[in-house]
């Protein structure tokens, strides 16, 4: 069997608007070919499309900013793992996981591949600010009962999440707020010191 103890999982967590898409991508973009970006929201997003009774249930979900149930988002990262093969790459995941089941799920995931269990990134940014963010945005699904309720349901799934990565020393605290350059900054710095094993030197 492959040796996958230098392969990094991050998950990546944040309230909407925090910012925490840009650093994936930065992530990504620094960790080269070997990674693989896992995006829940995008994945869900074209399914909504769709014309069948899922898509439906979802279109209703995003629409009325609650969260995925956790069988569909565990069903979703877990189909790209076994059906793109890339569990032997470094695996970020951007919007999953919504719930500390969830969480433990990829870390079972990860255990059963023999890689190291993930590190959380939470990218703080306080909810003023971040609903600002998002009317700014104006994208379709960002209506203000929308955004407020998704600030809710993140305090009541996400939260302990945080505090399970937190409790198992796993978690990376970054101050998200400064223009992206900044927030990289501290988030690169975090990531060396925490990974410094396995990063990879610039």
Known sequence: MEDLSNKIAITFLGRSGSGKGTQVVRVVEYLGKDAYRIETGKILRTLAQKNNPTADFIKHILESGQFVPFWLTVFLWTR?????????????????????????????????????LPIGVYIDVDEAEVTKRLLLRGRADDSESTIKNRMKSF???????????????????????????????????????????VWPSP
């Open 155 to 197: 305090e009541q799934h996400v939260f302990p999440i945080i505090d399970y990565y937190k409790k198992d020393g796993r978690l990376i605290h970054v101050n998200g707020n400064g223009t992206p350059g900044e927030v990289w900054a501290r988030l690169s710095n975090a990531l060396k010191e925490r990974l410094k094993e």
């Open 80 to 116: 790209e793992l076994v059906e793109e093969g890339v569990a032997n790459r470094h695996l970020i995941l951007d919007g999953s996981p919504r719930m500390l089941m969830e969480a433990k799920t990829f870390d079972d995931v990860m255990e059963a591949h023999k890689r190291p």
